[in-house]
Structure formats: structure tokens, C-alpha cells
């Protein structure tokens, strides 16, 4: 049976639920090592097999190529969980949310070991942080948004989403355009979110296609989300995705490019200039933020294997993807030049999700 | 509406396009301005065409300042066409990429379009018969209900022919037997990219002929022979198909025996070779040969020693029942060179030893592993565990992902290192339910073409198939390339199904039976199996639970071989085949504690 899909979309089940509200994390403390990874990187993060708490984290630095892996085990001596999720860095931190262990890990960004964590979270995807004190997580499986004190790792408050329950909750990434967060809620929800942060209500939403998937702001402050359209059998429906250009200002849909039904992209990013767009569906594609329609040709081919993550080198350009193969063996990163050239390849962990540029 | 939010926003770009150029003009004499540069307005939203190939493909676009224009279609840098209009036929399939440039005295423009040239796509048809030929008998109907892919186009029709003469234009066609003899029934299938047709020759009979046979303990084992130790009894049971089955005669090389069942129960007590034949109603007969070995259970038994391994180190045999992982290259793992049961058992090994998921497809699938040392009974606890990776769902802790897999063990009583011994089930919380078939059989049927559903029917008159999921296994076919017959049978124990979808969710649930299965959260999910321990889901069992077919105890001091099978029929819309996976397979009095 397929279950990969069935654990992303139905279950994150009732164990991990009664650990979430009712267990103590026990770590299984060892020895540690000590790093001192100075300059810039790229954090990795795997997601690791759900319910088999092999999350991990890797640390790649570009002017050597050299990849170090499992780097919060190996400086802290416990494990990184299940399922990690997203990282941010923010006041000289790396923040990892572990989405199917409940918690955030705030790491030193060198030494990669813990300063921190927030716990007892429902199932975090993303944080978002809006001053030193203050940041906002958002959830699967739960209809409200925590806020919580990044200096105090703790839970100060929630934001309610309407029309939204605990079986259908979905929050996902954020962008902040002046006093407002915009959230996309992908999970059988159609919609992006809009937040006061000065009250931390909800008030404004704005209906798109099934299932949008990320969010990022261009340097015309236009929001870009991609839906994945839902999938063949869905009890919330299926239709062709769409990629989607979202005035931040009006908050409404200014463009709006069709892809194919049963097509399912995901994963839309920018590049540092934040002018050019990126994504995956099957093959990885580029397009200027201006751009009247999609290109015919895609930046970079499908390989017959399983592109889950991708970023751009906000300094020089360069394309990241991340190869989760088959979901169960070490993922692979494939590092490419601007002009698509495959520079450096080098293995992860199980499933690498995300990134973080340090 | 969205479409119209699209169109609208191109409707607004080309207003202010037009508006920017009546308003602007070549002030600056710059040849090539914006102005007068020539423009292209393509006939497709997204610049892609699909084509059939062997069609001509026609792109028409319409241009802006292009008089005199010089227009060149490349594919590849070779030119194609010099022409404001492009006609083109490719005759084999792929992804072109064209470059169209107009260059006219205000400047040259040029886009990109994508020519998706396609395979003509016929119908195929597909049946559940082995071979061409059927016989049915006599007062009987058969319905034949052919999987036809392509079919989807409006131009599709069927027709059935019997002996020539047109019977049907349906999707299925009931064939009456009403006389005995032969007939030729015909299928043509249509559409306008071609057709296909079958021929099957239906022979109507008085009566089915008999089958009577001993089965053998595995797909791959020809031999029929039973193995067991002095005392210990055998229990026979022949497979039979169109008998009454109202009598049985037994006989033990050559003599009568008091045993009038279909099952008998044979206990040797001293070593030696012994013929069973079995006649039933007086009209067919079968035999089979019991060996009953000189040597003693603990005689066979192969300690562990320092080195020996807690986790199984051979595949055997794996036969899955077909499934959306089977054949699955891109995120099955699997490489496609899978086409011989050894290059099969060579990959299932790899991925159990790396604790990777090996899929064992709709009912009856099933693995065959064994240990480098034998796995002894303990008292009071698990002997061995089989790692799966069923859930529960979230607030209710029930319904989730559970396919369980019906757990058989081996001893090696011939001791020759291979699992053609005999194989006891283990007693679970469904053992002896009504709902609960133990001689369920069910055929599939190889498709006739890729990207089909696999057709099955089983020994209680049922049929369906296994869906083919194209949206997220797309692998030619789910048929395992390592079957080499266009038909195959899987027999064993097959449970009530427990799947469900939720009418208001519309999620489905596959919910957990109470314990004895693997890939199930049954109470004997082992502790430990959580997120944070990383040990992830296990079943625990004992040998103690081990017994003979008709549910009785038997007494095994240890086991060899491991066989798991997935032990319900059913699926689950979109998920599709309810489908045991395993993982890994331990001696846990090895295991680190």
C-alpha cells in the first residue's frame, strides 16, 4: 500500500500524539565531538523514516565540498528525533523543528550543539521569528499557530485558524510583509493566511487552489505559492496545480500558471536577488519572477529518482537538490552551477527535506 | 475561474502592450526598439503542443511588426521550417524543443516551444484466462470481463463475435453454455490510434474435468514431498477442483486406512518412505510421498554461536502477489534487472539487511527467510519478531495503516539447508473465526500491455484486480517480472478484511486485528517501537504458537525458516492493495536488550 503519501496526508498517528501531550522525551545521551564549522554553510536537514526517529542533520561546506553528517548527534550525543522538518537561523542560532517529536532545538551554529529547546509542540513545521522574544510556529494536526519566546524557549500564546480543526490542521511557511505574516495552509486546506502580528489574530485569507505547498516573497513583494493539486482519490479533490503570484499589498492573485493535471510540483524557492523563481515538478524548473509564462524546457531534467528538496545559493546562484531516492537509503544533494552544471554530488541522511543557508 | 484570472491578467498585459506602443515612438531611431521589434503571439497558452507521432503538428502563431519578416523553426540548430507557419511530422516519439526566431527590419524576436510527440496509444485487451482456450460446462455462465486500456478515448468501441456472428457491443459479454462442443468467441477493440483483438476458444464440457493434487511448500519448490520426524503427525490435504468430494480413500503404501476426510492425519513412527494415495469419489487419485527422516528434532537443531547473527541472512523466495511496489524503480528501490527469482531473492536480502521495507504485494505474497543457526522456543517470551511499519491514527488511537501478514514457520527436518519441510502457521487472534479462509487460493493474471490493472479471481468465485495506481507507481507492470507464467496461484490463510473509509473524512482505515500478525498494531507490537527510541514497528511471536492445520498444537523446540504472507484481499481506494511489508526478521534472544 502506498504509505508514504498516506503518512503525509492522513496519519501522524496516535502514538506520537499521546507522546506529544503526555511522554518526557528519554535521549539516549552519548559521546559527543567537537566542531567548529566557521563561515558559511549549508545545513541540511533529513527528515529520516516517520515513527523511526532517524532524523538527522548535516552540515555541507561549499568551498571545500566537504559534507559533514548526523552533526547534532555526533556534538550532542542524543538523537535528533523523528521527522526533522525545517531549520531557521535567527540571533546567531540554528532553530531545527523535529516535527513528529514535538520540538525545536535551538543550535549553536559552529559547534552544532544545543542552546536550547522549545517542547511539548503539537507536530511544528516552520518557525518564523518576528523579534528576540517572539516567533510564531506553525503546525500540522493542530488548527492553531504557537507563539512562543525564542529567549525563554516557551509556549507564550496561540493563534486560532479559522475554519480549520484539529484533523484538518495545516500551517506551513511564512513571509512577513510589514506588520503582517502570510501563511500557506496546504494540507486538504486552499488557502494562504493572513496574520496581525500586533494582535496575533487571523485576519484575512485568501482562497487559491488545492493544497498549496510553500511561500516566498519576491523583490516586488509578490507572494509565490504552488499548489500540488490535491492527489487521485483525494477526499478533499483533485485538480491541476497551479503556481500562484500573490500581491502582498491587495493580498490578491495577480497571476496565476496553470500546470498539468496529475502533474505535482512543490517546493517553489528563490534565489538571492529574489527575482528568479525555482521548483520542483518531476524536473526542477526556473522562471524569472516577470515571466508571462512558464518555460517549455526545465532548468535541470528529471534523473528517474525522487527530487524532495531544493534551494539557491543566495550568494552566487547555485542550485541544490536534494534526492530522497527511495524514501529508506541515504538521500543525495547534487549541487549545480547557475547554468545547470552538476559540480559536487555527496550523500546525507534518510529523506533530506530542507535548507538552511548559514 | 481561475482560468479566467489567467486569461484576464494576459488580456491586461497585452492592453498594456499595445497601449505602451501607440504611445511611444521611434524617437531615438534605435532599430530594434521595443516598438517596432516584431512579437510573437503564440497559439498555445504554454508554448507546448502534443502530437501524435506520425500526425503532422501545426503551429500557428500570429505576429506583431513582422512585414517582410524572415521566420526560422529550429530543432536542435537545424533548421525545419522557414515559414510564418510550421507543419511538421516526427514518426517516433519524444520531447522537442523548437526554436522559433522572426527577424524582421524593426529587430528579431524568438520563443521556445516544446513539441510533445506521443506514442499512439491502441487499446489493448486483457483477460483473466490462461492461455487462449477455456473450458466451461455445460449449464453454466461464464462472464468475461476484459481489462481494455485506451479505452478512455471517445472514439472506442467494442465488439463481440461468437462463431463469426456479432453477439455484443458491451465492456463484458456473458457466454451461455448452453450446448456442448467448441466455439471461437472474438474481441475487437477500437479507438482511433488502432486495434486489438482475442480470440478465445470456448469448449463447453458435460462436466469440468478433475483436478486433484498435493500442493507443494512453496511457488518455486516442485516437489510435493512432506518431511517429519518419527511421532510427529503430517497433515495431508489435497487441493481438488470440480469433484463433489463425497468420498475419500486413504492408503499408506498400498494399504487401506480407516480415514475417510479430505484431511489426513499420517504419523509415522519410525523413519522411512512412505507412499499416501488418495482417491476421491471413486474417480480421481493423487499420491504423495512422506519421508519421515532418521534423525531426532534436537538432532537437526543448529545452535547459535558467537557469530551467529540475531537478524535473517537469506531470502529464499520472495513471490509477491503483484502490487504497486513490485517492479518499482523509482521509489520502490527496485532496478528493473529483477527478472529471475534469484536476482529477486538477491534484492529482497539486500533490503532486509538494511532494514529497508520488501513489499509482498495483495494477498498471498509472501518471503521465505532463514537464520545462519535455529531460533529456540523460549518460555515466557517473544522467540523472533517481524519489523512492519503499521500505525494507528492520531485522536481515536485506532483505524491506520495495518496489512497483516500471516507468520509460517520451518523446521529443517531433512536438514539439507532448504525450506522444503513443512510449514506450520501460527495461531493468531482471527485463527478459527468463521470469517477466517485457510484454503483460500487466489490466480492472477499477467496483463496483456503496461499500465494495467492485474485481474484476479479466487477458489470462492470471486474476481477483481489490483489496481494500477498511475499516479504514483507508474512502473510498466505490477506482475513480478521473476513469474515467468502469465498466471499464478497463491494459497494460505486469508482474513476478514478490516478496511474501511470514513464517509464523512472519505480517509481510509486499515484497522488492527487484536494479535499473531505482523505489519499490525496488535497488542504484541513490541515496546520500543516508537519515534524516539528509533526501533521502529515490530511484532513479537512465539513458536509455542505454531500448529497444524486444523488448528491443533505442535510442540516445535525451535525453527529455521520464516515465511510471511499477506493475509487479506482487499484495498483501499487510492492506497490501493492492502499489502503486508517487512522489514527485518530477529532472533531476539540475539538481540541487544
Known sequence: MEKHIYLLFSLFSAILFHVAFTGCMEWDYGETEEFN???????????GNFQYGNATLSYYDPSTDEVQNEVFFRANGYKLGDVAQSMTIYDNKGWVVVNNSHVIFAIDLETFKEVGRIENLTSPRY?????????????LWDNRIFIVNPKTYSITGYIEVPDMTMESGSTEQMVQYGRYVYCNCWSYQNRIIKIDTETDRVVGELKIGIQPTSLVMDRYNRMWTITDGGYEGSPYGHEAPSLYCIDAETFSVERQFKFRFGDWPSEVQLNGTRDTLYWINNDIWRMDVTATRIPVRPFLEYRDTKYYGLTVNPANGEVYVADAIDYQQQGVIYRYSPQGKLIDQFYVGIIPGAFCWK | MKFKQFFSFLSIVSALVAGAMLSSCNKDDVIGGDDIKPKIILDSETGIYTVKAGEELVVEPTYENASGADYSWTVDGTEIADTPMLRYTWTT???????????AAGGSASEELKAEVIQPAPPVISLPVSGDAIT??????????PEISNSEFEDFSIEWTLDGQKVSDERSYTFSATATGNFILRIRAQNSDGTDTKEIRITVVNSLPYVLSFPTPSYFEPSTTRYTFAGRPVHLTPVMENLTAQSFAWTVNGSATDCDKPTFIFTPDSPGNYIINLTVDSKASASVKVICVDATESQRYRAATASSSPRSNKVFEWVPAPGQFIGETQTG????????LALANVWAETRLANQHYVSLGGFGGYIIVGFDHSISKRDGQYDFAVMGNAFLNA?????????????YVMQDING???????WYELRGSETGNATTRQDYAVTYFRPSGPGMNVQWTDNYGASGHIDYLNAFHRQPYYYPAWIEADSYTLRGTCLANRTSQDSSTGFWDNSAFPWGYSDNMGSDNMTGADAISGSGQRNGFLIENAMFSDGSHVNLQYIDFIKVQTGVNSKAGWLGEVSTEVFNFQDLSLMPQ
Request: proline share 4%.
Open chain 2, 395 to 407: 485522536s481515536s488511537g485506532s483505524g491506520g495503516s495495518n496489512e497483516p501478514g500471516i507468520i
Open chain 2, 416 to 422: 539439507n539447508g532448504l525450506p522444503d519441510d513443512e
Open chain 2, 93 to 103: 516519439p519524444g520531447d522537442r524543443y523548437i526554436r522559433l526566431t522572426v527577424t
Open chain 1, 127 to 139: 518557525i518564523h521569528f518576528l523579534s528576540d522574544e517572539k516567533a510564531y510556529v506553525t503546525q
Open chain 2, 333 to 340: 528501490g527496485m532496478t528493473g534487472n529483477e527478472t529471475t
Open chain 2, 136 to 145: 466451461i460446462a455445460l449449464g453454466t455462465d461464464f462472464v468475461f470481463n
Open chain 1, 37 to 47: 564549522a566557521t563561515g558559511t554553510g549549508l545545513f541540511i536537514t533529513n527528515e
